[in-house]
């Protein structure tokens, strides 16, 4: 391996890696969001929301690290994304924001209902925009020259409809799985009960979009068929068994493995579709390597910012360390938080 | 679908989302290096007043916090959504700014902000100081990445053009090419004047309605001496990046001063105090001017030569000349006011010393401080109006111009997103005023007592 095509690799994993660290962390966060449209009251949704309090930042911020990796080590990457993914992009930042405000806001506000609200539909909306998103880079778009060429509508069909509704079940899944860690008694079991009905709907929705990604995707069906299945073969396996596992978790009512099977079953997706989709960025026309900065800058970002990956592991998992336990409005966080959550009550 | 038109909305969507975003992290970095020095003072001497303070203000800072991430994520996208051919030809230098601004410097801010927020009584004290400090570190390196990308474009440095692209072969002449020393630390001490005096303003407030007065004359009293460091640095800080303005991009420097005809060799460029820069006419309208002072300005010399506007070609001049030249004069104005305010206020100490009943019987000085509050903002407002508008009509100064760097998008696409972004900053701003004055109103809790010990994570029940 030459070293262009090494830092190229290495390049796609950081990529990779973010944009995982971001599905799953920020996909918890918004997955809590969404559940708490239908929390029975405030209380419980100013619960929902503090459990969140001290890490919703730093897992939007992955966010961040990915629109940095990719615009620094694959500008033409970026660049042709960004542009052809106009709409879905900015309703995604327009959901982000309002999102963001009001989970700070909803503290300093007389009107509780109204930010939590706007919490939940931006949480919503967050989430439907990427897995549309999702569906459109599934279905690729046509490209002259990294310039997308129509109308600015193609990333809306039927098929990324369906994604959309499989992320924000994922989504939501996951968020029931954070909420069975962090919650005891009334609010843990009724995230117990959510949770399996959504785990079931996630299933049926991902079944349905294997299904007819090989119908929407030449390139991912001679994947999938070809002579090395293999791998794809084992991440869905893997998928399987961690599907099976969440399940076995939700109906034995285990703390911890609804969240960490779902994380499996959400690691696993992710690495197979995204070797699937690999060597193409965007289907048919632009590949990692046509889309790579110089390796003059591949490498100088490599030596800036490898030796920080583990230490930004390290203060975000130190972070979780110390707010991990059950959140309870009293016990948690400070007397800044317990004053909201009393006086909420 | 006209192409200058979607440029141009384009164009009016970063203004609007720049100029927007901009105001927030100004607090962030300014008030996040407050709660530093307030913890440390804390820790130091044991006075639990700088705990409370670190409470209170830490309460503004949040609220002013989440609003500057939020609408700071549109302005990393846009250069891919908006200005994609930049983004082809730029991303090789300022794509891998923007990643080290998100690995080094977001990261670590938002790594430690929850530490720092929620976690008084969840690490020991050595820990959440060290939280404070890495959010404060955070997000200046932050600025520092930004405004170094920022100063790349107005004066690119550290590579060539290579079939289309801009291709990087010396990467420490890139980040700091000319501009970056001036440019990030004028920024910079912005924020931290900005903030500074916010905090004195806010604090005499308090003094003068004699709310907690003693408490407050704490924080004003440390915002002062901040600002007698901060206040002329600042000004020296400008007269340099305006002299280095007129040695890089010489049309920038004319258009903001108004000044068309380059001067002889030996006679002194008179500067303009006020006129109407007339683009269509390549004169001013009317102006009244100071000989020489020009001339002084841009070269420290009073009859070193200043190109006009007249001596550019005309497509390569600056648009909106009379917006530059008063924006620039305003930023300058508001820049002397606080140097003024600073100067007399610690006359004023020196004579009368740092009793609140001192300052409650000269009011108007303590007005003085509360009308600084919005100033700041004002003037970092015109500066970055001066800088970006100046640096027009190219998108890299002398490098790519503003159109060739524009996405190729439907129009309705740009309009529906730049309503969107209208709404809801409109939605924000109002929002945000409302809780900050609600806090203004509410005061700090007299009554908090910091933890006693940290209970350490492993010894809770989870």
């Known amino acids: ?345 | 679908m006209s192409a200058t038109l979607v440029t141009d909305l384009s164009r009016a969507q970063f203004a609007l989302t720049a100029l927007f975003h901009i105001l927030w992290p100004v607090l962030t970095i300014g008030l996040s290096f407050f709660l530093v020095v307030i913890e440390a003072l804390w820790l130091k001497t044991g006075d639990v007043d700088y705990y409370r303070h670190a409470r209170f203000w830490a309460k503004l800072f949040v609220l002013n916090f989440s609003v500057g991430v939020v609408t700071g994520l549109p302005l990393e996208f846009e250069f891919g959504t908006n200005w994609a051919g930049f983004s082809r030809f730029a991303g090789d230098f300022f794509g891998a700014a923007l990643g080290f601004e998100g690995a080094m410097a977001f990261m670590l801010e938002a790594g430690f902000l929850g530490i720092m927020l929620l976690g008084w009584k969840r690490v020991p004290r050595a820990v959440h100081f060290f939280a404070t400090l890495m959010v404060a570190v955070g997000a200046s390196l932050s600025a520092l990445w930004i405004v170094m990308a920022n100063s790349w474009m107005q004066t690119p440095a550290g590579g060539s053009v290579v079939n289309g692209r801009f291709v990087v072969t010396d990467f420490w002449a890139a980040m700091f090419n000319p501009d970056m020393v001036w440019g990030v630390s004028h920024m910079w001490v912005a924020a931290l004047e900005t903030s500074c005096f916010v905090v004195g303003g806010v604090s005499a407030w308090y003094v003068l309605k004699n709310r907690n007065p003693a408490f407050f004359m704490k924080s004003f009293k440390m915002a002062l001496l901040a600002a007698v460091l901060i206040a002329p640095l600042q000004i020296y800080l400008g007269d340099g990046s305006g002299k280095s303005v007129f040695n890089y991009q010489p049309a920038k420097g004319a258009a903001i001063e108004g000044h068309w005809h380059t001067n002889p060799v030996g006679r002194g460029a008179s500067w303009a105090v006020a006129a109407w820069p007339d683009a269509e006419k390549g004169a001013n309208d009317w102006a009244i001017e100071i000989p020489n002072v020009l001339s002084l300005l841009a070269t420290s010399t009073w009859d070193g030569q200043v190109k006009g506007l007249l001596d550019i070609t005309p497509q390569d001049r600056p648009p909106a000349l009379p917006l530059l030249f008063y924006s620039f004069r305003l930023m300058v104005a508001i820049g002397l006011y606080f140097f003024a305010l600073m100067a007399v206020s610690l006359w004023h100490a020196w004579r009368g010393g740092w009793q609140e009943a001192a300052w409650q019987s000269r009011p108007w000085l303590l007005k003085g401080w509360l009308w600084a509050v919005p100033l700041g903002y004002v003037a970092v407002e015109m500066g970055w109006i001066v800088r970006e508008v100046g640096r027009q009509p190219w998108l890299i100064y002398g490098v790519l111009r503003t159109s060739e760097g524009a996405s190729q998008l439907p129009a309705s696409s740009v309009v529906f997103s730049m309503a969107g972004y209208t709404l809801i900053y409109i939605v924000l701003a109002i929002a945000f005023f409302i809780f900050a004055r609600r806090w203004l109103r509410k005061g700090p809790e007299l009554t908090l007592e910091p933890p006693l010990r940290a209970v350490a994570w492993r010894d809770r029940r989870i």
């Open chain 1, 1 to 345: 391996m030459d070293v262009q095509s090494f830092l190229v690799a290495f390049w796609i994993g950081v990529a990779g890696l973010s944009l995982l660290l971001y599905v799953v962390l920020d996909g918890f966060d918004l997955g809590v969001g969404i559940l708490s449209l239908v929390a029975c009251d405030e209380d419980r949704r100013g619960l929902m929301m503090a459990s969140l309090s001290s890490v919703w930042d730093a897992n939007e911020t992955w966010l961040v690290l990915l629109g940095g990796v990719l615009f620094g080590a694959f500008p033409p990457v970026y660049a042709a994304l960004m542009q052809g993914l106009y709409i879905p992009v900015t309703v995604m930042l327009f959901a982000l924001i309002m999102r963001g405000v009001a989970f700070e806001f909803s503290h300093a506000s007389g009107r509780k209902w109204l930010w939590n609200l706007t919490f939940g539909l931006g949480s919503l909306g967050a989430a439907s925009s990427q897995g549309m998103i999702l569906g459109a880079l599934i279905q690729g778009w046509p490209t002259l020259a990294g310039n997308y060429v129509g109308s600015g509508w193609h990333w809306f069909t039927p098929f990324s409809l369906l994604t959309a509704l499989g992320v924000v079940l994922g989504y939501a899944l996951m968020g029931t799985g954070w909420l069975i860690l962090k919650s005891t008694g009334e609010m843990q079991d009724r995230a117990y009960r959510r949770g399996f009905l959504l785990l079931l709907g996630t299933l049926a929705t991902g079944v349905l979009v294997l299904a007819l990604t090989p119908l929407h995707n030449a390139h991912i069906a001679s994947r999938w068929t070809g002579s090395a299945a293999l791998p794809y073969a084992l991440a869905g396996g893997v998928a399987i068994f961690a599907a099976l596992l969440t399940m076995w978790a939700y109906l034995k009512r285990y703390e911890y493995w609804p969240f960490f099977g779902t994380l499996l079953l959400f690691v696993a997706s992710f690495i197979g579709l995204v070797a699937s989709l690999y060597p193409y960025a965007i289907i048919p026309a632009l590949t990692w390597s046509a889309g790579a900065a110089s390796s003059g800058t591949q490498l100088f970002m490599l030596v800036g910012i490898l030796p920080l990956i583990p230490i930004m592991l390290f203060y975000n998992g130190y972070q979780y360390l110390v707010f991990s336990g059950k959140v309870d409005g009293a016990a948690y966080g400070d007397d800044e938080a317990e004053a909201a959550s009393g006086a909420s009550r």
